[in-house]
């Protein structure tokens, strides 16, 4: 998803707070960690980068997964096989690749400013095959959305091994999940 559309996501769910957005890649979690925000937040794969770190500050987590791979049993639905064809296509003909799996998981293609960073998008393919890191330390105030209907992960699984997810009446959408943080967060702060 494009930075630019996530902040403006970001900003439309949750007004009262300052926005930013670092695109998932081998950078993005010593920039998270470099950052000067109060709350670090992902969604999807960054949900996950963000669930392996060791950090004190708390996290807005929208569809973490700890291991996407259904096989690793951590409460991911896809398989290894699908990762690894989608990596394929996505080298050979990305722009069918990136429309497929949007219709797969009923979201829509996000307005796009420049055409999408193939190398970023495998790097996070790359990283979905990768045996899951250790899961970090989830310090107080830390809140994590998924979707019950969310074609990628097996949210009653995902539940035992993260206590804190919330699990609301929705897929892989970004929208339901900001709108479900921001009212946690609310009833946090209140």
């Not at 996530?6 to 960690?33: K, M």
């Not at 109060?38 to 949900?47: E, H, N, P, Q």
């Not at 420049?114 to 998008?121: A, F, G, Q, R, V």
């Not at 929705?170 to 946090?188: C, D, E, F, T, V």
């Amino acid at each position: 998803m494009p930075a630019p559309w996530l902040v403006g996501e970001a900003r439309a769910a949750l007004p009262e707070y300052e926005h930013s957005a670092i695109t998932p890649d081998a950078g993005a979690v010593a920039s998270a960690l470099q950052s000067e925000a109060d709350i670090l937040g992902g969604f999807s794969l960054g949900a996950h980068l963000l669930l392996g770190l060791d950090e004190p500050r708390p996290r807005i987590l929208l569809a973490p997964f700890i291991d996407l791979r259904s096989e690793a049993g951590l409460g991911g639905a896809v398989t290894t096989t699908q990762i690894k064809h989608l990596l394929r296509w996505l080298k050979r003909d990305p722009v069918a690749a990136i429309a497929d799996f949007h219709q797969r998981i009923g979201v829509a293609l996000p307005p796009q400013t420049d055409s999408p960073d193939i190398p970023k998008l495998a790097w996070g393919l790359e990283q979905m095959l990768a045996p899951a890191p250790a899961l970090g330390h989830l310090p107080s105030g830390t809140i994590a959305v998924a979707g019950k209907n969310d074609p990628l992960l097996d949210t009653d699984t995902l539940k035992k091994h993260l206590s804190c997810l919330q699990v609301i009446d929705s897929g892989h959408q970004l929208q339901p999940l900001l709108a479900a943080a921001g009212r946690l967060r609310q009833s946090a702060v209140s």
